[in-house]
Each structure stands twice: as C-alpha cells, then as structure tokens.
C-alpha cells in the first residue's frame, strides 16, 4: 500500500494546480492582437466569436490605428464583472497603457457583457471618428472606462439595446470619456433597465450631441463625479440626471450645463438621492440658456440625506424646488435668471438682475435678496396671492428684522414659523378646505374661499389683530362645493387681519393683509 502514496500526492498536485489555472484570470485574448509597437490597418474585418475575446486587443503601450475597419463581436463573457471591469469581451479593447485610433468602419457586439470600445488602466486610451457602435446584450455599454482608462468620440452614432448597458460609461474607479457630435441612444425601455445615456462614476463630457434613454434616466452620477453638458440635448425617460451615493465618499458630484436641452418625461430634472444612509452631495450649475424640462414639475428633488447647490446664471427657468426629510437646496439665481414655481424648503439668493415668480406657497429657510427690498415691499418677487415663510431666527435673514413684506401682485413674505406648505390642504378635516384669501395683501377687495365635501353648518368670520370680530362672512348650513365669499375693506385700517372658518366646530384660520 505503502507504494502508492507517491502517487497519489503526484495526483494531489497536479489537480491543485489544475484548479489554480481553470479559475477566471481575467483570460483576455484578440482577433487581432497588438503587443506593444505600433501598427496600422486599413479595410480590415475582425470577428471575435469565442468567450472572453475582443475583436481587438492592443496592451503593453502599443499603438494602433485602424482605418475603415469592421469589428464584430458575440459570444457571451464567461464573468460579467470581469467584462465589466476589464473588457475581456469587447468589441475593441485597450489595456496597460495600449491606445487605439479608429477612423470611420464600426463596432458591433450581440452577447452578454460585450462593450463596444472598452479602456482600462491609466495610459490605455480608444478614440474613434466618424463611424458607428451597436451594442446589444445585457451589461454591454456603448463605449466603457474604468480604472483610469480614456475614451474619445467624434461624430459617432452608438445604441445599446440591453439591460443594464448605459452608453457612454465610466466604472470601477472611473475614467474619462469625452464625445463631440454624435447620436447617442439607450434603447431598452423595460422598467428598470438600469441603461442611461450617461453613467459617470469619473469625467464624461459631451459637446454637441443628442442623448436619450427610451427607459432610464438620461444621466447617472455615482459619488463624487461628474457629467458635463455642452449645447447637448440630454432626454430621460425617468429623471434628467440622477445624483446618488451608493458608497461613503466625500466630495461633491458636479453637473455643468451650458446651453443644449435636459429633459425628464416622467420624473425631475434633477434628482438628488443618497443610499443605504449615504450622504449624497451635489453641485449642479446652468448657463448659456439651457432649457430644463421635468414631468413632475420639479426642477429639482432632494431626497433625505443629500445636499445641493444649485447655480443658474441667465436662465429662464419654470419648475419646482423640493426637498424632503434633512435634505438641504441651497439656490443661486444670478445675472438674470428668471425662476416660475415653488420652493419647498430651500436657502434662495437673488441678484439685482433676477426675478422669481411664485406658482405655490414657499418655505425658504434664507432670502438673501438686499437689493429687491423696498421698504416692506419686495420688489423681485411676484407672489400672485401666495406666501413666502422665512426663518426669522437664521442670521442670514437678519436684514429682514422679522417683518412681513408685500409681494409683486398679491402675496407677502413672512415670518410666520410653520413646518411645510402645501396647496389647497385642508390643515383640520379631509372634509373641508380653507384656501388662502386672493389677492393678499389687498387694497380694497379680496376673496375667502373654502371648499365642502360634505354639507356642515359654517361660520366664517373677519378679526382684527387684537381678536376682535370685525365682520361675519358666512354663517349658515353649507352644502356641498366651492365658495368664493367677497370681503371689501370699508374703512378698516391697513395691517394684519385673521379670517377663521368654522365647520361643524372644527375651526382653520389664515392671515390676510391690507395694505392701501
């Protein structure tokens, strides 16, 4: 017995290393390989049809130029995260500091985990010209960098038809894919497709372009990265661009855009999120008349825990500032921008040149705006009946001293400390609603409204600011409807009064302001 003990510690070794050599190694091989050198083809076919090859391989600082060339690729990845990660099986790939020129010809790939051009590695770089990508298959992006590697585009059209298979990507501690021209479409439309136009976890600048995802957002920043837009229209078919944080980091995630088109169809321009507890930070700054489209009416939406800071510059914007939970807006309008809708709650600065008109009551933690203060008028702010509420106890408003101004066209700002404003909310009964007077303040003549879902006995009545009554509006069984009941000044003095409903001895009061 003693004589095979030899042998089957031989067996035991060679099947340890037979293990060894059979686990994923992130193998990579190419139709066309280039190691190191330089080399150039022209009018060139490269079909890559075996797992984990490229159509093109260039690594170890060589250098390629391809001219008129077809790559083709299917066969699907034997890993998806090492196709991910490295491009083991891409339509064109360049590693350890390969670069390749491409000028005009394509790059196709039909099977899971085949990017069209891939880039990995700091000094690895595919720039390409004139010319088409289609990428079908889950997990395969249009183009792809990660870890350092570069991509540059010119005039290309790229599609992407699969789950998960954003186009222009960066992953795994980023890259930098820089496109100018070009028609860029993520096709997918199932729900959650997880395809964007744009996923940046590094630097993606686009100039001149047109991007669309037919099912997920138009772009996506993950930690503190950035999306650049220049003259670019970028369409989601969720939100515009969605800023999150899916791991602790700090920094900031940036999103400039000068000029061009962003537009969300369904969701907000822009949506701030973190995950799993992660603070997401983000810094977004428009100019150059870029025209901002939401289906929510949201130009953003800060969702608990993130922060943002937004700038315009020259912009006219229409939509809605949001923020739920412990998020935080901090808003600059400047050099005569030009913002119509509503703010929930936000930190808001105004320049001399710029203007808000309000589509909805408004929480601002600070308003600073010194030079639309004219005496206790604000002349910047158009309210159309509603309320702006400020924090009078924040040093920022400390210029306001606690006093209630007038707004452009009916409506004040306040100081008035209350938690949140939303319109047409009954604040004591579902059964009923207390609108807010219009116009307010008012010179001689205003209208309190109040909606029953269900006939009640109402009393609605007028008080000064000492609670002494000073008229009776209403007071009789109300059936079911709307009501508009009109108050004239008749000889009161201008100041603060209350109007209070009663409903079935549920009661609501709100403050109107005469101001002759």
């Given amino acids: 017995m003693n004589t095979h003990q030899p042998l089957n510690l031989a067996k035991i070794i060679i099947l340890f290393f037979a293990i060894i050599f059979v686990l994923p ?57 090492n196709s991910s990660q490295y491009g083991t099986n891409a339509g064109v790939l360049a590693k350890s500091a390969g670069i390749v020129i491409i000028s005009g010809g394509s790059v196709t790939t039909n099977a899971l985990g085949a990017n069209g051009l891939f880039a990995t590695g700091t000094g690895s770089s595919v720039s390409m010209s004139d010319g088409t990508i ?28 699969g789950a998960n298979s954003s186009v222009l990507a960066t992953d795994f501690e980023g890259g930098t894919v820089t496109v100018s021209g070009g028609t860029i479409i993520a096709a997918a439309t199932e729900a959650n497709s997880h395809s964007a136009g744009i996923y940046s976890t590094g ?30 229209s970028l369409t989601g078919k969720l939100e515009g661009i969605k800023l999150w944080n899916t791991t602790p980091a700090s920094g900031s995630a940036t999103v400039t855009i ?69 998020s935080t807006i901090t808003a600059i309008l400047k050099d005569n921008t030009t913002l119509t809708g509503r703010i929930n709650v936000a930190a808001l600065s105004i320049d001399s040149t710029s203007s808000w008109t309000l589509t909805g009551n408004s929480i601002l933690t600070t308003l600073i705006d010194p030079s639309g203060i004219s005496g206790l008028s604000v002349t ?3 309210g159309n009946g509603y309320s702006v509420h400020y924090d009078s106890s924040l040093a920022g408003n400390g210029y306001l001293g606690g006093l209630t101004y007038s707004l452009v066209n009916g409506g004040v700002l306040t100081p008035e400390a209350i938690n949140s404003i939303e319109e047409h909310q009954p604040a004591a009964s579902t059964d009923w609603i207390l609108y807010q007077n219009y116009p307010n303040p008012f010179k001689s003549t205003t209208t309190v409204s109040f909606e029953l879902f269900k006939p009640a006995y109402v009393t609605l009545k007028i008080y000064d600011i000492l609670g002494n009554q000073v008229k009776v509006l209403f007071n009789k069984m109300g059936n079911i409807g709307k009501y508009g009941i009109p108050f004239a000044v008749n000889g009161l003095e201008d100041g603060i009064y209350y109007y209070q409903l009663n409903v079935d001895g549920a009661t609501q009061t709100q403050k109107m302001i005469i101001q002759k």
């Fill in 25 to 81: 190694v992130q193998a990579q091989t190419g139709v066309y390989t280039l190691n190191g050198g330089t080399a150039s083809q022209t009018n060139q076919t490269y079909a890559a049809t075996f797992t984990d090859q490229s159509a093109v391989y260039v690594l170890n600082s060589g250098h390629l130029t391809l001219t008129n060339c077809t790559m083709t690729k299917t066969g699907d990845a034997s890993n998806v995260n």
């Fill in 203 to 232: 630097n993606i600048t686009v100039t001149g372009a047109t991007v669309t995802s037919s099912g997920d957002c138009g772009g996506v920043i993950d930690g503190a990265n950035a999306i650049n837009l220049i003259n670019t």
């Fill in 258 to 326: 000068n000029g061009g088109s962003l537009t969300a169809t369904t969701g907000n321009a822009f949506y701030v999120t973190g995950e799993a507890g992660n603070t997401a930070n983000g810094t977004i700054t428009l100019s150059g008349g870029a025209v901002i489209n939401a289906g929510t009416g949201n130009i953003i939406k800060a969702v608990s825990p993130s922060t943002v800071n937004f700038t315009a510059n020259n912009e006219s914007l229409t939509g809605n500032m949001i923020t739920s939970g412990n």
């Fill in 380 to 382: 910047n702010i158009t």
């Fill in 134 to 161: 289609n990428a079908s298959g889950s997990s395969a992006h249009g183009v792809d960098a990660t870890y350092g590697g570069s991509i540059s585009l010119t005039n290309v059209d790229i599609t992407s038809t």
